[in-house]
Every structure is written in structure tokens, then in C-alpha cells.
DNA sequence: TCATGAAAGTTTAGGTCTAAACTAAAGACA
DNA sequence: TGTCTTTAGTTTAGACCTAAACTTTCATGA
């Protein structure tokens, strides 16, 4: 069953990812919102949250965690808060991301670049089907 | 980023999963202990761990509670635990296993069988490459 | 206007997972 | 035999994640 693959091969590379990012002492989701922030300042906690694919009731956790390391700052409006980068965060960022692209790269390099591409492809297609 | 979609995909379908199992009151770890041990019996948890890419210490735990609801028993040989499924456990796997199959097989079906069979050997080539 | 309800965020209980420290049982070898 | 190391399992602290209950704030329409 494919299933069992993609579960092994998702498995593995987030191992490696947490092992990588344990340098900056980022966890994998603490990287998620910082990306994700890093990427559109500005966000609510709740457009974090879905475009992670989890509750905003983790985000909320996750986000404590991050604040009180200075890399993000939630600023209220009205009901919701909006997200943005400190200048520490900021510069995590800058440094993390290029690192974490270069590892996933690496660990896809078993692959040719048509097959990644075909692979990207087939996910595509499957994650589009599951709404 | 190829990885990215696999996230997603991955995210969709365990939750998916989680859902369905919950039913009958399993978690997606334990369905994979469940799984594991109903396939081969008598494994080490050790073995178990190993299989699963997950540490002993999460294996222990993940045990205690189904030996608690009486899935599973272990039955100690010397320094080992040997792993049996109990007649209720049993029951469960049973029932559990075509059903969770019938729905990976649902959630995939958006490809058709040849593209899972290209889907399926690129993740062989990179889990291969993974170690 | 104001009451109702929906949406954003927070909190909590409970299961998952890891890393690391710990215990106990084998095995190995001088 | 006696020590030394390895291996299996357990425990613990800490982060993650969800579901569900809760609070606050906004929006809507009678």
C-alpha cells in the first residue's frame, strides 16, 4: 500500500527536520508559524491555523511558546491579533529558511528532477481530491 | 516544494484516519501497534519500535493504555516483552483492519492505478535513499 | 436599540512523541 | 567466577496536538 510509504517517508524526513532545527531551537512546529508568518506578516492566529492544517487552539500554544522567546508579537485588533516577526525573529528567519530548503532538497535528491516533479504531480492531484 | 504537498497529504489522511478510528475508541497509534502486533505476534517491543520509527519509550506508554483496555498483552521473557494480541484485541484487529484498508483505499482513489503504482515506486526510491 | 448568534482567541484534559536518565537482565571475557 | 558492557524496558519532563468548553468581540436583524 502507498500509504505505508508516504507515511515511512514523511516519518523520516521530519526526523531529520527536527534534528536540524534543534540547532536554532525551533521545534517543527514553531518553524510551521514562523514560516508561515515570515512569509505574509499580518496573519491571525486563526488564518495560521488553517493554513497549517491544525486548530487555532495549537496555534495559541505553539504562538505562548514563540512570544516568549521574542520571535513573534501578536498585535490585538479587535477580536482577532495579528501576527508579525520581531527583529529576532526576523533574523532566525532569514537564516533558518534557506537551511531548511537546502536540507529538504537534499533529502529529495535521490529523485531526478522529473521525478520530483512527476511526484509533486501525483500529490497534487491527491491532495487536491481530499479537499 | 514537492515536501510541502506531501505534508499536506500526509496531515489530510492521518486525520481522516484518526476520525475513522476513533469508533472504536483507537488512536492512530495505537491502530499501529494493533496492526503490528495482530501481524506477526510474539514481537519485542523493541521490534515494534522499530518498525514503526518510533522510540520504545513511546511504544511503552502507547502499550500501557491498550494493555489497560485489555487489547494486548505482554508476556515477559527474559529481559524481553513478548507482544500477544488478547481474544478482545483480536476482535478489534479483526474488524478494524479491512475497514481502515477500505478507506486508505477510498482516500486514494482520486489516482488511478497506475498513478498509485508510480506514486507508490517513487516513495520506494526515496525511502530507499533515506536509510 | 438590543438580543442573538457567529467568530477569534484561550484554556484544559488527555493522548502522542522524543530525549535522556534510570533499572534490570544478558552476554563476554579476563 | 566476577566485572564490564550492551540491550530491553520503564520513567519523566517537555513540547505537540486535538476536542471541547469557555470568553470576548463583532455582526445582524427584529
Given at each position: ?100 530548503e537546502a536540507l529538504i532538497s537534499e533529502r529529495f535528491s535521490a529523485l ?20
Amino acid at each position: 500500500m502507498g500509504w505505508l510509504r508516504l507515511m515511512r517517508v514523511y516519518q523520516k524526513v521530519d526526523r531529520a527536520t527536527a534534528e536540524h532545527l534543534r540547532r536554532w531551537g525551533l521545534s517543527v512546529a514553531q518553524f510551521g508559524v514562523l514560516a508561515r508568518v515570515g512569509a505574509s506578516e499580518g496573519m491571525t492566529q486563526q488564518q495560521v491555523a488553517d493554513s497549517l492544517l491544525v486548530t487555532k487552539g495549537n496555534v495559541c500554544q505553539v504562538l505562548d511558546r514563540m512570544e516568549g522567546r521574542g520571535w513573534i508579537s501578536r498585535r490585538p485588533e479587535g477580536r482577532t491579533n495579528r501576527l508579525f516577526l520581531t527583529s529576532g525573529g526576523r533574523r532566525v528567519f532569514d537564516e533558518v529558511l534557506p537551511s531548511q530548503e537546502a536540507l529538504i532538497s537534499e533529502r529529495f535528491s535521490a529523485l531526478s528532477k522529473g521525478e520530483q516533479e512527476q511526484l509533486r504531480a501525483l500529490l497534487q492531484m491527491l491532495d487536491r481530491s481530499l479537499g
